[in-house]
């Protein structure tokens, strides 16, 4: 911990600590294929989730244990092993920097399994890629069935798979590639973006918890009134450890997809209705969340050179934390407070999946 607590919280987004975790989120998004999801859906994010830590665990005994012990003394230890921004770098740091596990393979004087790794530093970001692609085209084709999107990406082909989003998920994926000049900056944003989803999570469960506490769960949360507002919580947390950096230019991707689902739905005749007093909280968490972000101690990619624009750092170290939770704590129940009415609700979720309501039976079809 070179850097303390406030290193150790800033590096669970930016080090790409939550990113590797979030391959849990694929089993939510496929939910819709799995048989038995009451069993199965819970056992699949806890099973992922736990093979992930015993995995990237290893990893990290594997590669402190293999190390030359004279290059890490030599070095200032761990915290020495990094190149510095000025002048030039010890070659064996540099290989280090530049690929970690096959440097360590070459200088165990492994050069065979140095190759294979960097093959591997190929292949299995593409895995990666390949299963956010697949679950990003469910999410298009459930935002066009509920006339969020345009209709052409609820198009399906004989075997149900949603082509249309699958290919603009590819394109669209390879223009993110452009602005960012590492795959660190971008890993950033999308640890962003995937959290700014998760955060959803909780506020749905707490609306519809009140709504319909009644409905038939395949699984239904434990204690969910105490762990949805503190998911949420953390939620908020891990974006704002993320830095300013990365929360203004999430800012403007949000701004962009809001204008273009906007469009989508100015053009649809069929489009549900917004109701502007149920969502005002929305703007107000985003904006809110943007103006904290600005103001705390956490800049981004690098507290000592970010980008411009920068944050200001008024508010102190830990204040900041519990700022952050309590407004956190104040846009929960203001949603939930402001949530629609249960028959309105149940109108509008009906509506969009096709179904009508007889009007003296209440029975649906």
């Not at 970001?125 to 999107?149: C, D, E, K, M, Q």
């Not at 109701?275 to 968490?285: E, M, N, R, T, Y």
């Not at 411009?308 to 929960?332: C, E, K, Q, R």
Request: aromatic share 12%.
């Amino acid at each position: 911990m070179p850097g303390g607590v406030k290193a150790l919280f800033g590096a669970l987004p930016s080090a790409g600590i939550i990113f590797a975790y979030s391959g849990f989120e694929q089993c939510d998004q496929l939910a819709g294929e799995i048989k038995n999801p009451g069993r199965n859906l819970p056992r699949a994010i806890v099973i992922s989730v736990l093979i992930g830590t015993a995995i990237y665990c290893l990893l990290q005994v594997a590669f402190i244990v293999a190390l030359p012990p004279a290059l890490v003394s030599g070095h200032g230890g761990l915290i020495g092993l990094s190149c510095p921004s000025t002048g030039t770098c010890n070659p064996s740091i540099s290989e280090l920097n530049a690929g970690p596990f096959a440097a360590v393979a070459v200088l165990a004087g492994v050069g065979w399994l140095a190759h294979i790794l960097r093959v591997d530093a190929f292949v299995s970001p593409s895995g990666t890629g390949l299963i956010y692609t697949t679950g990003t085209s469910r999410v298009s084709y459930g935002l066009a069935r509920n006339r969020y999107f345009p209709q052409f990406f609820g198009r399906v082909d004989k075997r149900g798979i949603p082509w249309v989003g699958l290919i603009f998920a590819f394109l669209v994926g390879l223009l993110f590639l452009l602005p960012f000049p590492s795959w660190h900056s971008l890993v950033v944003l999308i640890t962003d973006a995937s959290v700014l989803m998760y955060a959803g999570a909780p506020l749905a469960l707490g609306a519809f918890r009140g709504q319909v506490p009644e409905a038939d769960r395949p699984y239904r949360m434990p204690a969910a009134r105490v762990l949805a507002p503190a998911a949420f919580v953390v939620a908020n947390l891990l974006i704002y450890f993320s830095g300013f950096e990365a929360v203004w230019k999430l800012g403007i991707v949000l701004v962009i997809g809001y204008a273009l689902i906007g469009i989508g739905m100015a053009f649809d005749p069929q489009r549900p209705p917004l109701d502007w007093k149920s969502a005002v909280w929305l703007p107000a968490w985003l904006i809110g969340m943007g103006l904290i972000s600005w103001q705390g101690q956490y800049a981004g990619t690098s507290d000592k050179h970010p980008l411009p624009p920068t944050n200001t750092f008024h508010i102190g170290f830990w204040w900041d934390m519990l700022i952050v939770a309590g407004f956190s704590l104040a846009i929960y129940y203001w949603a939930m407070y402001t949530r629609l009415p249960r028959e309105e609700m149940l109108l509008l979720v009906n509506r969009q999946s096709g179904e009508q309501e007889l009007p003296d039976t209440g029975i649906h079809h």
